[in-house]
């Protein structure tokens, strides 16, 4: 093994024996006191991380529920303040160096230790650590007083010299969608978000670790570690790297006091045989466990674990034939990005527990996509969303918390949004999900183009876009450039749906569907390069329809569910493209059904034709993955938890291996898309089928000639349709390609002549829940299974063909008796119970 050391005085075979760091962390998290204008007590027995909205929890109607989130603004406009008292041991006291760390402070606070005045924050998205060794004491109380962000915010509008868009949120560094959003809540929430904790250790501490990929060569990957002190060293100390918890064979020993006052040491070392981290739909998200260690006379200091998968990233923006290219290369392969917009999931995020991460990116998994956008209005995630998308191989395109909004320019806020963009990067670097730095969302093409310019003078547009360009091409690049490698983009979109170059070049947000209210077809006729936005509303769950309404019914026409639309068109163009594509129903239950149908019908155009245009679009990105709320939303995935159709759509959508159906100029074109990094190659049928199972129309092609090249979209059949006699609103249209099949049809689902159905079903228990196999006599659209129990169905919103055996799973911990419900576009309701173990029932 070749080894590279920069700045070495001494190379020996060595062993290191395993021995504690002297290091210690105090967490400060129980028995705190919340309390009102330093007076009312809310609470004595707190634990932190808790904010002032979550504390107030057992006190109150829930916010979630009916329209009790207008009765919570009051708190925003309060000051509080959290005490706690805490004892120190000896041992820590006796510590060189103590420093007091909060990890997220939302926002505005000064906080006293032993009534000394140590700290003041004014930035949710910055870790503060204060040295607090002089008045630290056996027996310490600490008060964090938080004060309302309103006044604060008021005072900074007026201070500047004209009004900024989109309101006085601008002014302060907090999550954005707290203000309230067109799919989430006001509630602005204040207090201690993030763990607090004392830091006591002697000589020195590491401060940061930087894995840094030079480049990989003959499958060997050359690295640096970049190892950063506390402080500057007089001492000689020894630095020694596992990989793997195998100790690499030699030692560095250098003095950091003279060449490195900023206590940077850099380690060259390489790893021969290098097994590559890939997005997991192409191959193994590979994690190298490295470890730092830091010893002083053969004594361990410090140490400090991280995973490092091994991978190259490059976004391609070049000019071409059409405009302008936008894709990624991962480990020197295109990769098409098939994923979603993320946001928090949670309006108060300080109740967003691990097991929430681990379900949520297990579903995305599941769904076949590889990218999430953590979108720019809402948070920099906790450190287990990153360490759960290197695990599982889901790329992440990371917003800097900037959207929708012109923001300031004055040197404070610029002095905190420079310290915020540098230590984000440098939390995150270290994963191998990052694939995007984006400045912002949507702020860029908003001044160009939706009127924030108008009646401003020359003067005051050029000042507004200097305080812009300050931060957006000037800052985030550089910074961006020098603590790492991944690469930046400046604004997403690059255009938007306000100029015709969103078709061109770069990446898009295309709205038209929505809030422009044109037809779905649309997305098939305009497809941009790369497609990071686009979306539609339905309905979430019953049981989050239930749980917003107060009186526990399916009723969307009540006040209490009213409140949950925070789109002020959006029931009536839910209304206006089902009455468009679908049959309408009458009753709020089936109405939400065909809302969910409508969803992914819709979405489904989009997403297929994005994917049959590669290479010309490498990414499909839709709003939104999830919700922070229960609510009418864009989203796949309801803020219980529950799966939309439209999530189980896209999971049949974004397989690597697509076959997907178009009708253009009375011509059936099929499309093989394929993902994998190998030639597909297998028979391929088409038939067209009466609604009783009659075969109207059957082709075949060998294999020999019906193969598809790797990353590659190719039309590998087309059908003349003039010639052929049949009523198209009787029939559905199967594709198989080896043991793909695909489903589609004519006509508009409103338009299908679907017949009355004899539905059949088997039941036995499983481990987990229930097998269920389901059996119909007719054709069966978009079949929805659902229980009174709480659950996971493994396929749902399905079609059945006639006499064709379905068969799938029903995950449920109750224990309570489960009823299976149905509903299909044939007919709106069957009801079955699950028992142990059922032949057919009709």
């Given at each position: 093994m070749r080894i590279s050391l920069f700045i070495i005085l001494t190379i020996l075979i060595s062993s290191c024996k395993e021995e504690r760091p002297n290091k210690e962390r105090q967490f400060i998290e129980s028995n705190w006191s919340l309390y009102q204008d330093d007076h009312h007590m809310v609470s004595d027995t707190l634990t932190i991380p808790l904010t002032v909205h979550s504390a107030y929890l057992p006190q109150l109607n829930h916010p979630f529920i009916g329209n009790n989130e207008d009765s919570l603004q009051w708190m925003t406009e309060l000051d509080w303040t959290y005490e706690t008292v805490f004892t120190v041991d000896k041992a820590t006291l006796a510590k060189e160096y103590t420093t007091l760390n909060f990890e997220g402070i939302d926002t505005y606070a000064s906080i006293e230790l032993n009534g000394h005045e140590i700290l003041e924050t004014d930035n949710a998205f910055l870790h503060w650590e204060v040295d607090v060794k002089s008045i630290l004491k056996k027996e310490n109380k600490l008060v964090v007083k938080i004060k309302s962000p309103l006044e604060i915010e008021a005072q900074k509008a007026l201070a500047n010299p004209y009004t900024l868009p989109e309101g006085n949120r601008v002014y302060t560094r907090k999550a954005q969608y707290q203000y309230g959003w067109d799919w989430g809540p006001k509630l602005n929430t204040m207090g201690i978000w993030k763990p607090v904790y004392l830091e006591a250790y002697n000589d020195f501490k590491i401060k940061d670790i930087y894995?840094?990929?030079?480049?990989?060569?003959?499958?060997?990957a050359n690295l640096t570690a970049q190892i950063k002190l506390s402080q500057p060293l007089e001492e000689k100390v020894t630095y020694q790297i596992k990989v793997n918890d195998s100790l690499y064979p030699f030692k560095i020993t250098d003095s950091l006091s003279v060449y490195n006052k900023d206590a940077t040491q850099e380690i060259h070392f390489e790893i021969p045989q290098v097994q590559l981290w890939w997005p997991h739909n192409i191959g193994d998200p590979y994690l190298y466990e490295i470890e730092v260690l830091v010893l002083k006379d053969q004594k361990v200091i410090d140490s400090k674990k991280l995973k490092r998968g091994i991978r190259t990233i490059e976004l391609v923006n070049e000019p071409d034939e059409h405009g302008t290219t936008f894709y990624f290369i991962v480990n020197n392969v295109p990769v098409y990005m098939k994923g979603a917009n993320y946001i928090p999931q949670n309006s108060m995020q300080d109740l967003v527990t691990d097991d929430h991460y681990e379900k949520l990116l297990s579903d995305v998994k599941e769904a076949n996509m590889n990218m999430l956008r953590v979108w720019g209005g809402g948070i920099y995630e906790n450190d287990i969303f990153y360490e759960k998308c290197?695990?599982?191989?889901?790329?992440v395109w990371q917003d800097f918390m900037f959207a929708c909004a012109m923001y300031p320019g004055d040197a404070r806020f610029r002095e905190s949004v420079t310290n915020e963009i540098k230590q984000q990067i440098t939390r995150l670097r270290n994963h191998s999900s990052i694939a995007l730095w984006c400045g912002n969302n949507e702020t860029s093409e908003a001044w160009h183009n939706w009127g924030w310019q108008e009646g401003r003078s020359q003067a005051e547009r050029d000042s507004i876009w200097e305080d812009y360009r300050a931060v957006f091409q000037i800052a985030m690049p550089k910074y961006v450039s020098e603590l790492t490698k991944e690469p930046y983009w400046e604004s997403s979109p690059e255009y938007g749906r306000g100029n015709p170059k969103y078709e061109f070049e770069g990446d898009a947000h295309d709205w038209r569907v929505w809030h422009d209210a044109y037809p779905f077809e649309h997305f098939e006729e305009h497809v941009p390069r790369f497609?990071?936005?686009?979306?539609?509303?339905?309905?979430?769950?019953?049981?989050?329809?239930?749980y917003i309404n107060e009186d526990g019914r399916i009723n969307i026409q009540s006040d209490d569910y009213a409140s949950h639309q925070k789109h002020a068109r959006g029931n009536e163009l839910i209304r206006e493209y089902m009455e468009h594509d679908f049959p309408v129903p009458t009753s709020d239950e089936d109405y939400v059904y065909v809302s969910q149908l409508l969803q992914a019908y819709g979405m489904s155009k989009g997403i297929q034709s994005h994917r049959r245009?590669?290479?010309?679009?490498?990414?499909?990105?839709?709003?939104?993955?999830?919700?922070?709320?229960?609510?009418?939303?864009?989203?796949?995935?309801?803020?219980?938890g529950n799966w939309k159709a439209l999530h189980y759509q896209v999971k049949r959508d974004f397989e690597n291996v697509l076959i997907s159906n178009v009708v253009e100029n009375d011509i059936l074109k099929t499309h093989i898309v394929n993902d994998n990094q190998e030639t597909v190659v297998a028979d391929f049928k088409i038939e067209i089928i009466d609604f009783k199972g009659k075969v109207i129309y059957r082709e075949m092609i060998d294999s020999s000639v019906a193969y598809v090249k790797p990353n590659y979209s190719e039309v590998i059949h087309s059908l003349q349709l003039k010639d052929l006699v049949f009523n198209r609103s009787n029939v559905y249209i199967k594709t198989s390609y080896g043991s793909l099949e695909k489903i589609s049809f004519f006509k508009k689902p409103k338009e299908l002549n679907l017949l009355k159905v004899d539905l059949a079903m088997k039941s036995s228990k499983t481990k987990n829940g229930y097998k269920i196999t389901l059996k119909s006599n007719v054709f069966t659209k978009d079949l929805f299974l659902y229980s009174n129990v709480n659950g996971h169905f493994s396929d749902n919103f399905f079609n059945l063909e006639p006499n064709v055996e379905k068969t799938l799973y029903f995950e449920t911990n109750s224990d309570e008796g489960a009823v299976l419900n149905m509903k299909s576009l044939n007919e709106m309701n069957y009801k079955y119970e699950l028992i142990e173990d059922t032949e057919y029932c009709y």
């Amino acid at each position: 093994m070749r080894i590279s050391l920069f700045i070495i005085l001494t190379i020996l075979i060595s062993s290191c024996k395993e021995e504690r760091p002297n290091k210690e962390r105090q967490f400060i998290e129980s028995n705190w006191s919340l309390y009102q204008d330093d007076h009312h007590m809310v609470s004595d027995t707190l634990t932190i991380p808790l904010t002032v909205h979550s504390a107030y929890l057992p006190q109150l109607n829930h916010p979630f529920i009916g329209n009790n989130e207008d009765s919570l603004q009051w708190m925003t406009e309060l000051d509080w303040t959290y005490e706690t008292v805490f004892t120190v041991d000896k041992a820590t006291l006796a510590k060189e160096y103590t420093t007091l760390n909060f990890e997220g402070i939302d926002t505005y606070a000064s906080i006293e230790l032993n009534g000394h005045e140590i700290l003041e924050t004014d930035n949710a998205f910055l870790h503060w650590e204060v040295d607090v060794k002089s008045i630290l004491k056996k027996e310490n109380k600490l008060v964090v007083k938080i004060k309302s962000p309103l006044e604060i915010e008021a005072q900074k509008a007026l201070a500047n010299p004209y009004t900024l868009p989109e309101g006085n949120r601008v002014y302060t560094r907090k999550a954005q969608y707290q203000y309230g959003w067109d799919w989430g809540p006001k509630l602005n929430t204040m207090g201690i978000w993030k763990p607090v904790y004392l830091e006591a250790y002697n000589d020195f501490k590491i401060k940061d670790i930087y894995i840094k990929q030079n480049f990989v060569q003959d499958s060997t990957a050359n690295l640096t570690a970049q190892i950063k002190l506390s402080q500057p060293l007089e001492e000689k100390v020894t630095y020694q790297i596992k990989v793997n918890d195998s100790l690499y064979p030699f030692k560095i020993t250098d003095s950091l006091s003279v060449y490195n006052k900023d206590a940077t040491q850099e380690i060259h070392f390489e790893i021969p045989q290098v097994q590559l981290w890939w997005p997991h739909n192409i191959g193994d998200p590979y994690l190298y466990e490295i470890e730092v260690l830091v010893l002083k006379d053969q004594k361990v200091i410090d140490s400090k674990k991280l995973k490092r998968g091994i991978r190259t990233i490059e976004l391609v923006n070049e000019p071409d034939e059409h405009g302008t290219t936008f894709y990624f290369i991962v480990n020197n392969v295109p990769v098409y990005m098939k994923g979603a917009n993320y946001i928090p999931q949670n309006s108060m995020q300080d109740l967003v527990t691990d097991d929430h991460y681990e379900k949520l990116l297990s579903d995305v998994k599941e769904a076949n996509m590889n990218m999430l956008r953590v979108w720019g209005g809402g948070i920099y995630e906790n450190d287990i969303f990153y360490e759960k998308c290197d695990e599982k191989g889901i790329l992440v395109w990371q917003d800097f918390m900037f959207a929708c909004a012109m923001y300031p320019g004055d040197a404070r806020f610029r002095e905190s949004v420079t310290n915020e963009i540098k230590q984000q990067i440098t939390r995150l670097r270290n994963h191998s999900s990052i694939a995007l730095w984006c400045g912002n969302n949507e702020t860029s093409e908003a001044w160009h183009n939706w009127g924030w310019q108008e009646g401003r003078s020359q003067a005051e547009r050029d000042s507004i876009w200097e305080d812009y360009r300050a931060v957006f091409q000037i800052a985030m690049p550089k910074y961006v450039s020098e603590l790492t490698k991944e690469p930046y983009w400046e604004s997403s979109p690059e255009y938007g749906r306000g100029n015709p170059k969103y078709e061109f070049e770069g990446d898009a947000h295309d709205w038209r569907v929505w809030h422009d209210a044109y037809p779905f077809e649309h997305f098939e006729e305009h497809v941009p390069r790369f497609m990071s936005e686009f979306g539609f509303q339905s309905h979430p769950s019953y049981e989050a329809i239930r749980y917003i309404n107060e009186d526990g019914r399916i009723n969307i026409q009540s006040d209490d569910y009213a409140s949950h639309q925070k789109h002020a068109r959006g029931n009536e163009l839910i209304r206006e493209y089902m009455e468009h594509d679908f049959p309408v129903p009458t009753s709020d239950e089936d109405y939400v059904y065909v809302s969910q149908l409508l969803q992914a019908y819709g979405m489904s155009k989009g997403i297929q034709s994005h994917r049959r245009a590669r290479p010309y679009n490498m990414g499909t990105l839709y709003w939104q993955l999830n919700d922070c709320w229960p609510a009418v939303s864009w989203s796949s995935i309801d803020y219980f938890g529950n799966w939309k159709a439209l999530h189980y759509q896209v999971k049949r959508d974004f397989e690597n291996v697509l076959i997907s159906n178009v009708v253009e100029n009375d011509i059936l074109k099929t499309h093989i898309v394929n993902d994998n990094q190998e030639t597909v190659v297998a028979d391929f049928k088409i038939e067209i089928i009466d609604f009783k199972g009659k075969v109207i129309y059957r082709e075949m092609i060998d294999s020999s000639v019906a193969y598809v090249k790797p990353n590659y979209s190719e039309v590998i059949h087309s059908l003349q349709l003039k010639d052929l006699v049949f009523n198209r609103s009787n029939v559905y249209i199967k594709t198989s390609y080896g043991s793909l099949e695909k489903i589609s049809f004519f006509k508009k689902p409103k338009e299908l002549n679907l017949l009355k159905v004899d539905l059949a079903m088997k039941s036995s228990k499983t481990k987990n829940g229930y097998k269920i196999t389901l059996k119909s006599n007719v054709f069966t659209k978009d079949l929805f299974l659902y229980s009174n129990v709480n659950g996971h169905f493994s396929d749902n919103f399905f079609n059945l063909e006639p006499n064709v055996e379905k068969t799938l799973y029903f995950e449920t911990n109750s224990d309570e008796g489960a009823v299976l419900n149905m509903k299909s576009l044939n007919e709106m309701n069957y009801k079955y119970e699950l028992i142990e173990d059922t032949e057919y029932c009709y």
